[in-house]
Structure formats: C-alpha cells, structure tokens
C-alpha cells in the first residue's frame, strides 16, 4: 500500500530526522490529497526522502504525531502490543506490579513511543487515556494487548474534555473491559490512598510526584506545613509520616479534593494533625500572609499553568505571583517546594523564575535539589517536551 504523502518545509525537517514525534502545521508544505483524520500516512522531506510513518489529524494542532522511523513498519496492532510490550516490561522490572495497591505510569504516551495513549496502573486496575485521534480509532488494539499483557481486573476509560475536542474524539467516560471498582486503595511510600478512577482528576492519582513527596519530607524538620494545590494531600502525609512535621494545613479550590485529601488522611491514622482550607491558593496565600501566619514549609504543586508557547510570558507571570506571595510565608531557614508541571516552561527557564523571585522579595533562596518526575514517568530522549514536571526544594533565608 503506498502512503499518503506529508510533505514538510525545506530546512524544517532537520527535527523530524532527529526523532521529534510532534509535526505542527507551520512545519508542513504540503499534504498529497486528503487524508482523512486518523490516517497512516508517510512523512517526507521538501525533496521527497522519507522521513518516518505517523498518523495524521488535520484538526489538531499537532497535524502528525510520528510513530515509527522505521520506513517498512506499518503502524498496526503489532505495533501497538510491542511497545506496549516493551512499556509493561519495563515497569514489570523494577516494580512488583501484583504487590497489594501497587501503582504507577505503566505507559507515559512520548515517553514509551506511543504519542498519545496514557495509562496507570491503580491495584490491578488500569485508567487509560487517549489523547490522539488515531490511537482512539485503534482503541480496540490498545485494550486487547493491555488485557492480554496486564491481565487487569478492570479498564477504565478517562476523557478530557478540551484534549478530545482539540482531536474530534468523540467519546464518553466508560469501562472498556473487566469490573469498575467499587473503591482502589493504592499504597505509595508506605502510605495509603484513595483512588477514584470515574470522579478523580486526570487519570484519578498523580503518581508523578511520589519521590517529591518523599524527599520533601526529608527537610521538614518541625512546625507546621502549607501543602498549596494539595489534591490527594501527598505531600503533606508524607511531611507527617516521614518527616517532622507536627501539622498541615490543605489547600485547594476544589471541595471533593479536599474531601480526598482528608479521607486519606483518615485512612493513616493522621486525620487529627490535617486541616483543609478551600480558595484559590494566590487568594489564600495572600491572606494568610495579610493575617500575620508562617509557615517553616511550604509546597506548591499547581496546575499546569502554560499550556502552549504562546502562553509562556503570562504563565511565567502567574508562578512569579504564586512563589512570592509563598516566600511571604516563609521564616528564615524555611523549606520551599515549588514545582511547574508545564511542559513549555524548562528546568533552566523555572530556575530562573526562582532567581527573580529571590530578588523581587529580597530573600536569599539555596535551591537543595532540582528535581523531575518519578522514573515510570520515562522521558523519550527526543521529546524533551515531555519532561514535563520540575520540582525545587530550597531554603529560603
Ligand atoms: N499536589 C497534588 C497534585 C496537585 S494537582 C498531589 O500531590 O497529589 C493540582 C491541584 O490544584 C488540583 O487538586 C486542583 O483542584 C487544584 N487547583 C487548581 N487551581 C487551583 C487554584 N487556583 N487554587 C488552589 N487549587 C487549585
């Protein structure tokens, strides 16, 4: 079968001979005929040399997501199980997987060449998302060799709103295959939390973090600790359970956030040494700083604040306002944890966003560790985009 031919720019293709998955729009001369969304098709240089085998969206900003380099390879259900294969293997080895509440990334979408599908693994039960339009029509291949491969008790599939427009996915929450679970309890750094797969935020539990967590608690040696945007309160029961933290105070805008943050902390015995506070964390901050309180820890774990480069300057501006007005809270030999889960914002450039903030607020900051996100999270070399979370634990004087 002859492909559909994309071609790209001339002196643009260098990045697409290096391996990078994401071909946008601007990077695109011309396209042979009209594929349809969702189409194999081959990608060329100006000149006509091949290049590598992607699928193609005309509605997404990301026009083809490459999949395989390898011209003869088509990109089919052996694809799929391999990588698959190779992504289950991988987390297989270094993590007892049938381990009571084991959880993880068991696939990381770039990370494990296979642009678009996500999927953790929660006690047996997978959450699965799928971000590409192409994948989603392959959707039928993804379960299969994840039920053959994994034996879960039960797939659930996760949508995103604005990711499915974006790609003309047309999909509704559901269970793809096995039981929905009446309740997942997942255990991380010997701590125990709940997980919702229907209600919870993106794929239900942000395993990202856990080394975060852990060596966040690490410096709280006593006081009590400001866990901001505190979701599933990680880092908190982490600064009770492995550090000295005597209490903390959760904060999130969001209610059922709150009420997992302190049914996990009911569920280690450390409900009594948790307060939760609902606002937006700038808000709450800025009051808290206004009332005269400090705190000798604090994290702040927010939201993807930039979401595409053009968006960069107004982002920057918005973690700017956050850390200062967390530095307010901090006394001197304070511990800061900030992080940036924005895939456009670099570990150089989020350092340097820490530099201007210790000279707007006139504090000296000694960054202790620059930190990412956990290993099953794995980076591909040649998407660098997709190491996404960055994470500074420093000392504020
Ligand atoms: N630290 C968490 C993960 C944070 S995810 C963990 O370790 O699990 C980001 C959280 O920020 C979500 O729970 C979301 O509800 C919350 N959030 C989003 N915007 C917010 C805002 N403006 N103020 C406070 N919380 C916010």
Redesign the pocket.
């Known amino acids: 079968m002859t492909l559909t031919r994309v071609f790209i720019k001339p002196r643009k293709a260098l990045p697409f001979f290096s391996r990078h998955p994401w071909v946008f729009e601007g990077a695109i001369q011309r396209v042979e005929g009209k594929p349809q969304a969702g189409q194999e098709v081959l990608v060329v240089s100006a000149e006509g040399q091949g290049i590598a085998r992607g699928l193609y969206n005309p509605n997404s900003n990301i026009r083809v997501r490459l999949v395989t380099w390898n011209l003869e390879e088509a990109i089919d259900a052996s694809l799929i199980r391999t990588r698959l294969s190779h992504a289950v293997d991988l987390r297989r080895r270094f993590l007892d997987l049938d381990g009571a509440g084991a959880v993880c990334r068991l696939v990381n979408s770039e990370g494990d060449s296979l642009p678009g599908i996500t999927v953790d693994y929660y006690d047996g039960f997978l959450s699965l998302q799928v971000t590409s339009l192409a994948f989603f029509r392959r959707l039928d291949f993804i379960k299969e060799a994840l039920v053959d491969l994994v034996k879960p008790k039960g797939i659930w599939l996760k949508c995103d709103a604005g990711i499915n427009e974006a790609e003309g996915i047309e999909a509704s929450e559901q269970l793809l295959a096995g039981e929905k679970p009446a309740s997942i309890i997942v255990s991380e750094n010997d701590l125990r939390y709940h997980v919702d797969l229907a209600e919870g935020?993106?794929t239900g539990?942000?395993c990202d973090?856990r080394d975060?967590?852990l060596a966040t608690a690490r410096y709280v040696d006593g006081g009590e600790v400001l866990?901001?945007?505190?979701?599933?309160?990680?880092?908190g029961l982490n600064a009770l359970k492995h550090g000295k933290a005597t209490t903390v105070l959760s904060?999130?805008?969001?209610e059922?956030?709150l009420e997992l943050t302190r049914r996990n902390a009911e569920l280690n015995g450390l409900a009594d040494r948790v307060t939760t506070l609902r606002?937006?964390?700038?808000?709450?901050l800025t009051q808290l700083g206004e009332q005269g309180r400090s705190f000798p820890t604090v994290?702040l774990?927010?939201?993807k604040m930039v979401s595409s480069r053009g968006g960069i300057e107004r982002g920057m501006k918005g973690y700017l306002k956050l850390n200062l007005a967390g530095l307010k809270l901090l006394p001197a030999g304070g511990i800061l944890t900030t992080?940036s889960?924005s895939g456009h914002v670099s570990m150089e450039m989020f350092q340097q966003l820490i530099a201007t903030a210790a000279t707007q607020s006139g504090r000296t900051i000694q960054i202790l560790e620059a930190r990412g996100h956990t290993w099953d999270h794995a980076v591909s070399a040649n998407c660098p985009e997709s190491n996404y979370l960055k994470c500074l634990i420093c000392r504020v004087l």
């Open positions: 935020q993106k539990f942000y973090q975060n967590r866990d901001a945007f505190c979701y599933s309160g990680g880092f904060v999130d805008s969001s059922p956030a606002g937006k964390a700038l808000e709450v994290i774990d927010p939201p992080c889960c």
